[in-house]
């Protein structure tokens, strides 16, 4: 297996993925035509965040998204992890964890990086304890939002 940032002619995977994510953890159903425009933005301006995938066998089986939040506590860029995803067969085979510590690598190699963020939602209780695994931590903010 290898981890790579991903490339245009993984869309269609990446889409499919978040599409699927969507499903299964909030039982929403994703507009597909506004999912393949917001991962087409990615590619079109690396501003707004770089897609890694994990392939094997010719076969991409697990993404991510990395954006960028600018800390100016550390005068340097956080990396937050987001859209994370891994096809179900592929599963327990530590995917996740190859994307997360190619992500490690390039913040450890990058004096401008400071470190690593994502979000879990509070009932993900399996996804808590690989992130513990890896090392993060569940620090003292508490996530709010407001959507439109």
């Known amino acids: 297996m290898i981890v790579r940032q991903a490339t245009h002619s993984d869309s269609a995977s990446i889409v499919e993925f978040q599409l699927a994510m969507a499903w299964e953890t909030e039982q929403l159903q994703l507009n597909e035509p506004t999912v393949i425009k917001g ?4 590619f079109e301006d690396p501003s707004k965040g770089i897609y890694y995938v994990a392939e094997t066998e ?3 089986v697990g993404s991510l998204l990395t954006t960028f939040e600018w800390s100016d506590w550390r005068n340097g860029t956080v990396l937050w992890i987001q859209s994370v995803y891994v096809r179900p ?6 995917i996740f964890s190859k994307l997360y510590k190619h992500i490690q ?5 990058n004096t401008a990086l400071r470190g690593i963020r ?11 304890g ?16 407001w959507m439109k």
């Open 130 to 145: 690989v992130y513990e695994h890896l090392g993060m931590t569940a620090e003292h903010y508490q996530m709010f939002e």
């Open 58 to 60: 010719g076969k991409v």
């Open 89 to 94: 067969e592929y599963r327990k085979r530590s």
């Open 118 to 128: 994502l979000y879990a939602d509070k009932t993900n209780i399996p996804a808590h």
């Open 39 to 42: 991962v087409a933005a990615v």
């Open 105 to 109: 690598e390039k913040v450890n190699g």
